[in-house]
């Protein structure tokens, strides 16, 4: 992996610190040690999808780190770096996440994990990819619709 990418790597949310680690909410703007304590497992992946997003399409290299999304689809050794030390995490962080939700009974029981991730982080990277920017306004209804999308019925 490059330096300059591994470096936005290690970066605040980006850190190897165990599954929950990156965790945030942008209303506390901390980590939580235990994120599904007092926020609706929905509510509270749809705000780290929005944190995740406001945070990388801020850095520096955010742009550069969703090129080495692409490449590491093209380029096996390159995806293999990017899954171990960038995308793994996220993904164990969120199938917690999410199974935790269910065991609440806040999530849908009929979505996979990676489907809610999907539905959670797809529109907010898809707007922010196609119009350049991702202001509150926007995130917040794009939020709000996964919200709806993942939480079960009551």
Known sequence: MPEAVRAEAEQGALEERGPA???????????????????????????HGYAELTRLAAAPLGRVVLGVHAEGGRNAKLGALLHEHYL?????????LVERGRQQGGLRDDLTAGTIRDLVFGPLIYHWLMVGELDRATAETLVSAARRAIAAEP
């Not at 990156?22 to 749809?46: C, F, I, K, M, Y």
């Not at 793994?88 to 917690?96: C, G, H, L, M, S």
């Open 88 to 96: 793994q995490n996220r993904d164990i962080a969120i199938t917690e």
């Open 21 to 47: 680690a990156g965790l945030r909410s942008p209303r506390g703007g901390g980590e939580h040690d235990q994120p599904h304590q007092g926020t609706a497992a929905a509510e509270l992946l749809a705000e």
